[in-house]
């Protein structure tokens, strides 16, 4: 049992709330809100907030925008999905739809999330240097147990994230021989699952040309024109 109850698994946790409009992308439920206005945005923000109760602090989060609302939900504590979020996605969507209002996935566009990955021979030396530069941590102080270092000795290292929570997270792959014919940095972007295909079209419509889908549905590697590569990722084929 983790902080909310049981932590569902990716495909419970998608088929739990889709059809309300909410999206599973990279351990998160994400959704979005049309408003009229953003003194509406603020207002049906406080109202949600409101409605999680104690709740709140530990899985929403809210970036409000004139006429948009993008709502997150994840515990922080647990730092996973839980149980909790499932029934707050729930609790959420009915608050809304008493004001006339609905979620759904896509509003100036998809919801998604990004990722930017460094392949590296020596994670832990290269590491310290970007959490530095980019004044980047752990996930939160309270996922990490008291007493305990902030890395555990697992590969890969954990990833870094801002923590404000406004720029990508960074993660570290492991690389067995250097690899110059190939960028060593590229961008993850992760989609909802019902919108990959569409994402897909349009990147190789625009230039790209797909290196691999090996691994897909849990992404798919493409390429610009140049060969600087790009990971569309959902959360298929993970669990």
């Known amino acids: 049992m983790t902080a909310g109850g049981a932590r569902p698994t990716r495909t419970e946790a998608s088929a739990a709330v889709s059809a309300l409009g909410w999206r599973y992308i990279l ?6 809100v049309r408003l009229a206005s953003l003194h509406q945005a603020a207002e049906i923000a406080a109202r949600l907030v409101h409605e999680c109760g104690t ?16 709502l997150t939900l994840r515990s922080r504590r647990a730092a996973a999905v839980t149980q909790q979020d499932l029934d707050l996605a729930r609790r959420l969507d009915t608050t809304l739809r008493e004001f006339g209002l609905h979620l759904e996935p896509a509003a100036v566009r998809s919801v998604q999330a990004l990722e930017i990955a460094i ?7 290269i590491r310290p240097f970007w959490a530095a530069i980019l ?16 890395q555990p000795d697992t590969t890969p290292p954990a990833p870094l994230f801002d923590p404000l929570g406004q720029g990508p997270v960074v993660w570290f792959q492991q690389m067995t021989s250097p690899r110059p014919g190939r960028n060593r940095i590229h961008l993850d972007i ?3 699952h019902d919108e990959a295909p569409q994402r897909l079209r349009a990147a190789l419509a625009a230039g790209g040309t797909l290196v691999s889908e090996e691994r897909a549905p849990a992404f798919w590697v493409l390429a610009d024109p140049e060969g600087n590569e790009a990971c ?6 993970r669990d």
């Open 27 to 32: 351990g998160t439920l994400q959704a979005t």
């Open 55 to 70: 709740a709140a602090d530990d899985s929403l989060s809210i970036d409000l925008r004139p006429g948009l609302l993008l």
């Open 119 to 125: 392949d590296a021979l020596d994670i832990p030396a």
């Open 135 to 150: 004044a980047y941590g752990p996930e939160t102080p309270a996922a990490v147990p008291p007493g305990k270092p902030e």
């Open 190 to 192: 992760s989609v909802p």
């Open 232 to 237: 569309i990722t959902t959360w298929q084929g």
